[in-house]
């Protein structure tokens, strides 16, 4: 049984930076795609990035380009999220996820999730 487990999340006001973690279990971590997701009070999941599983590609919501990058740690099981120049907009529960397909934006080719951490930015 995979489990992905979120941590970092926080309040902060607009301008700052955070940065998410996701820890995963299991010995195949580095063999797939790990993609971080967000949804906000009363819309739906939406992509925010994703990592191959080598780490050589990487694919961007268009709205966090340049403010948001990826990375992974694969003999730490673990995949991060820093999140700099935040915004408001930016405010929702973070989870991330696992699939087999490369850096792929569709929600449901992804099989595992954590539980998510919320990031809420003041203004």
């Known amino acids: 049984q995979v489990q992905l487990v979120e941590s970092g999340g926080g309040l902060v006001q607009a301008g700052d930076s955070l940065r998410l973690a996701c820890v995963a279990s299991?010995?195949?971590?580095?063999?797939?795609?790990l993609g971080w997701f967000r949804q906000a009070p009363g819309k739906e999941r939406e992509f925010v990035a994703a990592?191959?599983?080598?780490?050589?590609?990487?694919n961007y919501k268009d709205s966090v380009k340049g403010r948001f990058t990826i990375s992974r740690d694969n003999a730490k099981n673990t995949v991060y999220l820093q999140m700099n120049s935040l915004k408001p907009e930016d405010t929702a529960i973070y989870y991330c996820a696992r699939t087999w397909r490369v850096t792929t934006t569709v929600i449901t080719d992804y099989d595992y999730w954590g539980q998510g951490t919320q990031v809420t930015v003041s203004s």
């Open positions: 990592i191959s599983s080598s780490g050589s590609v990487r």
């Open positions: 299991g010995r195949t971590f580095s063999a797939y795609t």
